[in-house]
């Protein structure tokens, strides 16, 4: 037991959760945007996915930045998609999000089949970059905290940075910009938006097209830094996990992190449990985040009970 | 030169309805002008391509003689006109002032600028005497207030011409005043107000000019002051409009429906009415009177079963049926038309016969051991799309295939196929067309003729005059007047007890109560 | 008397049949296009590929079997999901009811019972009861707790996934394996044509369709549960027990999704309890769904010809250099452009061909239900 918790209070523990919540945050992060715009974004686990394998290939090519970039246009793109068939066509939005899953599952082994001349399983022969990490070693030389702050600050991904100045910069525009303002009055009650002369279906656009990008740009790390290239079916199941944190996090920036932060350690768990506790089955383990957001969900789902349950049946 | 002109405006809206055909209207500055229909008419319609929300297929819009076109509300807005539509367009969590700038917020750079948003508005709220705190959230004011917010929205836009959408629909004749001193304020600093109504005595009051709208066309531009309502009327209509029904002839009956001490509560604990009694009889209408939200509602809601009960008996026959469920109150003889078609009252996308079965599918005719009988359903939709003249291709046609009225006489028909015992009955016309309106009346008048007990609410005073023979005035959750219905009995004086102005002593109800 | 002039088109139910059959099919055209011209941009003798596809299955015998076989399967989650679709719930959770019921049925199989004649029934019985209360549990929390049923149910999928792959390494496997020995024949379905892989689970597909048709037109249960689907506030106001029946309509589709799972352990297709047997085969039922309006009736030929495309694109796989995964953008554009209101250019030339009437411009009372 004593090991177990040294292991998790370890420095070790912390940059492994920190690499684990960083794509999972990205996704809750889009999914929260859509989800406050009034447009439920299903798509997350396949623009994730394709953000994955878009990152992998293009950096092959060119450095690792531009493969970053162009898994967040590719995730853009998607969410555009999702715009143009769930607004413009009528399309149902859950079942646009569903088609975009199987094209993604479908559609990476398809062009990894391409792009590494038969490997529909993984892109190891593929020589795709990293995301480097920022080494902040330079922190150790101030007297007394040093170590402590370098093994608090050092050795992230940078995208793991971007996604905490996401986090501050998200919060900001919803709640001290006129934008976030008007997304938010357009997922609760478009008519007014609408009637206020705010283009409804441009908002909920950008906010998918948003929510695609940071989805990418998940994938982008994902297959960049937590691993370093493109295995089939990689990001089982984080980017429905992701919906689950947004729900989790009451729907708010700050509670997104907490609880994408929470299944980060839950997935981190998973790496370092099966060393220390033979007895524990890996697939319990993996099964956590699972159980976890249907709990949360539960619990949430009984809390906005008891406050409409006073508003009377109508 | 007028300030605002639609010249010869024609809209046909996909699905071959003709909304607007050759329509012309002229504003002039500083002028109320008044836009009278029924329902149906077009005005809405005309309002919408004022506001750019919809875009005409023929003629002109001229803004201070120059041709214009909205290809959005946006574009209105910065063209100098606001619409404050029937149903409010605020964001319930949202404050006061949070609502009247969005779209429109003072910022500096990227950030909201709050606090100049909330001097802003109290500013503007003083100038046009709309009293209202910008701070709380709008979805916990009352709805004259949210109506204020609505107006200073476009305010705040600095409108030069107000449209006003059925504004006085969910006013009492007090806050009506109210409205008119805003209103008659806004003129007086340079203002233009249109505003859509069919509350003639309303209009006749407040407005400079009158157009008339009838079937998608205007048929008269009039100045106030030379017409009367009944001239009015009937261009509206086309023909002499009688609006009363006989009042019944029978003495009313046993008590069907008891309420006893009746204690509703709302989403926040509130008391939404406490001992709450009353009684109606076989063989009546009883009208329950008020501005919406004073409790008439839920006190339906409450019979019907749609809604939990938190204290205090209702009783059918003499036996409590609040435990029941919907489906149980059904079976003892309740039967009830919804304020919302269409929200409540059908499904739309199912046929009319599976729409005319659904109450009844605990009835052995139609459902025997969980099996549909096919041609008993199809047989007794048939009889009563002839019963009740409803115009419809066949029985297997989708509901959503007929006009209001007719989706209207569709819920009006299951309810009273078989005699129910008692009827609720809420806003039975709202949105139906003239001639559906009178057979669903006579409908109501034959159902209570035949000894059923009928309880009636609707926004519309008129309705509740021409059908009642008693009233019970509403205020607060409290019933503070009852009446036999007669001559004497008009909008006014329901009015001042509408608003709690003045209140009948016990002794003054108890007549009209038993 | 009523001045206004009514609208009364024939809306039969031909006509209805005629404009949906048509917009699918056209999608599917469309989807079928974009993959052709991915197939051939992309490999080197795409002719060949595309002529596998189209023609591949219908060669031998035993990829007739195939096809059958996987549009049987189809057939039968295509089936759970109108039903939860026509209910107007989006429970997504038929494959976590795959896995459920196939394990259940495994351990019917694997026991004493299993090798009987009671096998393959008790088998199918477990499996449904199994699938059924799995699929309750979404269908309780939103009824109960109005807890969103995408998100519990999506949850609950991978939930069983990782169950099932537990129980087979630990329990129920070979040793070392990651699968079930085989079943005694008792327990297997019994193959209907010789040599190919249809089985008893053809007959049990056909019979989940005329079941579920049966239910939804014909029982009372059935037009609940489809106007509850149409609009829930109004079947509450009718009397109807809204929640009851979402509930039902779930545990029925779990139920079916049960079945689908037997139909893999138990089948000829394996005989045993694999991990990830299903192969993602149960999400293919929302394409299936759609495109068959949520029709029963419909489902089946729709399974058929989905069908034939997935064997198609295995073959092709096989035989040519273009993955099967290629199928994954026809099923993606097929279920975004069914389910959208797309007008194509040249519609009312359509429609005139499709037999239905321009509509007659009609006076301003029926713009009331426009206001």
């Known amino acids: 037991m004593t090991q177990l918790i040294g292991a998790i209070l370890s420095f070790a523990f912390y940059q492994t959760v920190i690499r684990t919540t960083t794509p999972l945050l990205l996704a809750t992060l889009g999914g929260l945007i859509a989800d406050l715009s009034g447009a439920l974004n299903v798509a997350l686990e396949g623009q994730m996915l394709i953000g994955c394998l878009t990152a992998v290939i293009v950096s092959v090519y060119t450095p690792w930045y531009v493969a970053v970039l162009a898994a967040l246009l590719v995730g853009g793109v998607l969410g555009l998609l999702m715009a143009f068939f769930a607004l413009k066509m009528r399309a149902d939005i859950i079942l646009v999000g569903f088609a975009i899953n199987i094209l993604a599952s479908g559609g990476t082994v398809f062009v990894l089949a391409l792009a590494t001349g038969g490997d529909k399983g993984t892109s190891i022969n593929l020589p795709s970059k990293a995301v480097p990490a920022i080494d902040l070693g330079f922190l150790d030389a101030i007297p007394g905290i040093g170590p402590i702050l370098t093994g608090l600050f050092s050795g992230h991904s940078v995208l793991s940075w971007v996604a905490a100045l996401l986090v501050i910069g998200i919060w900001y525009f919803l709640y001290r910009t006129p934008w976030g303002l008007w997304l938010r009055g357009v997922g609760e009650y478009p008519a007014a938006p609408e009637a206020a002369g705010i283009p409804v279906n441009a908002v909920r656009t950008w906010s998918l097209l948003v929510s695609g990008a940071l989805a990418g740009l998940g994938g982008a790390q994902l297959a960049m830094f937590n691993f370093v290239g493109f295995t089939r079916d990689m990001t089982a199941g984080r980017g429905f996990i992701a919906l689950g944190a947004v729900l989790l996090g009451a729907r708010h920036p700050f509670g997104a992190l907490l609880a994408a932060l929470l299944f980060g350690a839950f997935d981190g768990l998973t790496t370092i449990l099966p060393g220390l506790f033979d007895w524990v089955p890996p697939e319990i383990i993996h099964m956590t985040p699972f159980i976890v957001t249907i709990l949360a969900l539960v619990l949430f789902s009984i809390r906005a009970q008891r406050l409409l349950a006073l508003r009377g049946a109508h | 030169m007028a300030l605002l002109e639609a010249v010869n405006i024609g809209k046909v809206y996909p699905g071959g309805v003709v909304a607007n055909d050759g329509v012309n209207l002229s504003v002039d500055k500083g002028e109320v002008h008044a836009v009278v229909g029924e329902n149906g008419a077009g005005k809405s319609t005309l309002m919408k391509i004022l506001f750019g929300v919809e875009h005409p297929d023929a003629g002109q819009v001229l803004l201070d003689g120059k041709p214009v076109s909205f290809a959005n509300p946006r574009e209105a807005i910065d063209a100098g006109i606001g619409m404050v539509f029937q149903h409010f367009s605020l964001v319930p969590s949202f404050s006061v002032y949070e609502n009247v700038v969005m779209g429109a917020e003072p910022h500096s750079g990227v950030r909201f600028d709050r606090r100049t948003a909330i001097a802003e508005v109290a500013a503007l709220s003083e100038k046009f005497h709309l009293a209202v705190d910008p701070l709380p959230a709008t979805g916990s004011l009352p709805v004259g207030q949210q109506q204020r917010v609505e107006i200073l929205k476009a305010l705040y836009r600095n409108a030069r011409i107000l449209i006003l959408d059925e504004p006085t629909a969910v006013l009492a004749p007090q806050e009506v005043q109210e409205l008119f001193v805003a209103i008659r304020s806004l003129v007086a600093q340079g203002r233009t107000v249109i505003f859509i109504a069919h509350k003639l005595p309303e209009v006749l009051e407040i407005s400079d000019t009158i157009t008339v709208m009838r079937q998608g066309q205007s048929v008269g531009r009039v100045k106030t002051r030379d017409v009367t309502e009944q001239e009015l009327a009937t261009m509206m209509v086309g023909r002499e409009v009688v609006l009363r029904i006989d009042r019944s002839q029978v003495k009313a009956g046993a008590v069907t429906c008891e309420v006893d001490k009746l204690r509703l509560m709302d989403a926040r604990g509130n008391a939404v009415c406490s001992d709450l009694s009353f009684k109606v009889r076989s063989g009546e209408i009883l009208g329950l009177v008020g501005v919406e939200g004073n409790g008439q509602s839920d006190v339906i809601s409450a019979i019907a079963g749609t809604r939990s009960v938190e204290g205090g008996a209702i009783k059918l026959d003499g036996r409590d049926i609040v435990p029941l469920s919907v489906l149980q109150r059904r079976q003892r003889g309740i039967a009830g038309i919804p304020e919302d078609r269409l929200a409540q009252g059908l499904a739309v996308g199912a046929s009319v016969a599976e729409n005319l079965v659904s109450t009844r599918l605990t009835d052995k005719r139609f459902v025997r051991s969980g099996l549909l009988d096919l041609r008993a359903i199809k047989a007794q939709a048939q009889a009563l799309i002839e019963k009740f003249s409803i115009r419809v291709s066949g029985p297997q046609a989708p509901v959503a295939t007929l006009s209001g009225g007719n989706m209207q006489k569709v819920v009006v028909a299951r309810e009273l196929a078989e005699q129910p015992k008692l009827l609720l009955v809420a806003q039975p016309t709202r949105g139906v067309d003239l001639g559906a309106t009178q057979f669903i009346w006579k409908t109501i008048a034959n159902a209570r003729d035949a000894g059923t007990a009928v309880l009636l609410t609707s926004a519309d005073l008129s309705e509740l005059l021409a059908l009642s023979d008693r009233l019970l005035v509403f205020y607060r959750g409290k019933i503070v007047a009852a009446f036999r219905n007669s001559e004497a009995v008009n909008p006014e004086t329901l009015g001042t007890y509408m608003l709690g102005l003045r209140a009948q002593t016990p002794d003054e109800m108890r007549e009209a109560l038993a | ?371």
């Open chain 3, 1 to 371: 008397m009523s001045t206004e002039v009514e609208r009364v088109r024939p809306m039969g139910r031909w006509t209805e049949f005629r404009r949906e059959a048509g917009r699918s099919l056209i999608a599917v055209v469309i989807a079928l296009v974009v993959a052709f011209v991915v197939v051939l941009f992309t490999s080197k003798a795409p002719f060949d590929a595309l002529g596998t596809l189209l023609t591949a299955p219908l060669g031998r015998p035993r990829t007739i079997g195939l096809w059958i076989d996987d549009a049987a399967k189809l057939t039968v989650t295509g089936l759970a999901f109108s039903l939860v679709f026509q209910a107007r719930q989006f429970s997504m959770g038929v494959q976590g009811q795959v896995y459920i019921g196939g394990l259940f049925a495994t351990y019917v199989a694997v026991s004493p019972i299993g090798q009987t004649w009671l096998g393959i029934p008790l088998g199918i019985l477990a499996a449904m009861v199994a699938g059924g209360i799995y699929g309750f549990l979404p269908g309780i929390a939103k009824a109960r707790l109005g807890a969103n049923e995408i998100v519990s149910s999506l949850m609950l999928n991978y939930i069983a996934i990782d169950i099932v792959n537990y129980l087979v390494r630990v329990q129920l496997g070979a040793p070392g394996m990651l699968y079930t020995a085989p079943f005694p024949a008792t327990s297997v379905y019994p193959a209907l044509v010789p040599n190919t892989r249809i089985d008893l689970g053809l007959i049990f597909a056909i019979i989940a369709v005329l079941a579920v048709w049966f239910a939804l037109y014909r029982t009372s249960w059935g037009l609940k549960l489809r106007l509850v689907g149409h609009n829930a506030r109004f079947a509450a106001y009718a009397g109807i027990r809204s929640s009851v029946i979402m509930v039902s309509a779930m545990t029925a589709s779990g139920a079916l999704g049960g079945l689908l799972g037997s139909m893999f352990v138990q089948g000829q297709i394996f005989g045993k309890l694999n991990v990830l047997f299903e192969g993602n085969l149960a999400f293919e039922g929302i394409l299936v769904a759609i495109v068959a309006r949520s029709r029963p009736l419909a489902v089946p030929f729709v399974a058929l010809a989905y069908g034939y495309l997935r064997q198609g694109a295995q073959l092709m796989n096989i035989r040519t250099d273009v993955p099967a995964e290629v199928i994954g953008i026809v099923t993606a554009l097929i279920i975004i452009l069914v389910s959208s209101t797309f007008k194509f250019p040249g519609k009312a030339f359509f429609a005139r061909l499709l037999g239905m009437r321009p509509d007659v411009p009609l006076s301003a009372t029926a713009g009331e239900a426009r206001q």
